[in-house]
């Protein structure tokens, strides 16, 4: 069982701790038929990132300005569509003894303040205390920024942080940042993390001392 060792976790949310791929899958498949792209070359690219990001790789040639009203726009209609979120296998178990342990954690994620609120309670899931959601920073996914602010208000060394992620943008963002990164679910196995489990359910937290140890299989 191969083991990691941490001082600080860092969590992004959906496809991490949070299955929203129906929400994702209905709003992005309806924004590629509006501009005429295939629903399937979109999903490849939209997750882990902010919405206004996906759209430039998307639709290189149109104006950032019409990306950022769009995505506003966007966020407006995933926060509104709950149905079919649920919480990613283990992750109520796996938040609860981060709390309980008092191990350092914080959420990162591309969802903003409106968007992470309502999914984590769809989810039944508590927010960390510390979130770095889309207004936290200047960059999205895969830039390293809000996972190293994440560490930062931390106060723990990039080095020391574990990463959670699902996403190629978001491991891709997780390694810039010099951290290690466990890759959740299928999805995150193609893009080279350190370690990959199925779901939450293949993690043990054991804290210590000397910070934390990720059991994991």
């Not at 969590?11 to 129906?22: E, I, P, R």
């Not at 929400?23 to 690219?45: N, P, S, Y």
């Not at 950032?64 to 209609?77: K, V, Y």
């Not at 510390?130 to 200047?138: W, Y």
Request: charged content about 25%; aromatic content about 2%.
């Amino acid at each position: 069982m191969p083991v990691l060792s941490a001082r600080a976790l860092l969590l992004d949310m959906d496809g991490t701790l949070v299955n929203s791929d129906a929400v994702v899958e209905r709003v992005w498949r309806r924004w590629a038929d509006r501009h005429g792209l295939d629903g399937d070359e979109v999903m490849q690219v939209v997750h882990g990132r902010q919405g206004h990001a996906s759209m430039a790789v998307l639709l290189p040639d149109r104006p950032m300005e019409q990306n950022h009203t769009d995505n506003a726009r966007m966020l407006a209609e995933e926060t509104a569509d709950l149905d079919g979120v649920v919480p990613v296998p283990g992750a109520p178990e796996f938040l609860a003894s981060l709390r309980a342990q008092g191990v350092p954690h914080a959420l990162v994620t591309s969802a903003d303040v409106a968007l992470s609120t309502a999914r984590m309670a769809a989810a039944g899931l508590e927010l960390p205390d510390l979130r770095i959601t889309a207004e936290s920073v200047g960059a999205s996914k895969p830039d390293p920024e809000g996972f190293l602010k994440g560490a930062a208000d931390l106060g723990v060394p990039a080095g020391e942080c574990v990463v959670f992620e699902d996403s190629g943008a978001g491991i891709a963002a997780g390694r810039s940042a010099g951290m290690r990164v466990v890759g959740v679910g299928a999805r995150a196995a193609a893009y080279g993390p350190d370690a990959v489990v199925r779901d939450l359910r293949e993690i043990r937290v054991e804290a210590g001392a000397d910070g934390v140890r990720l059991h994991i299989g």
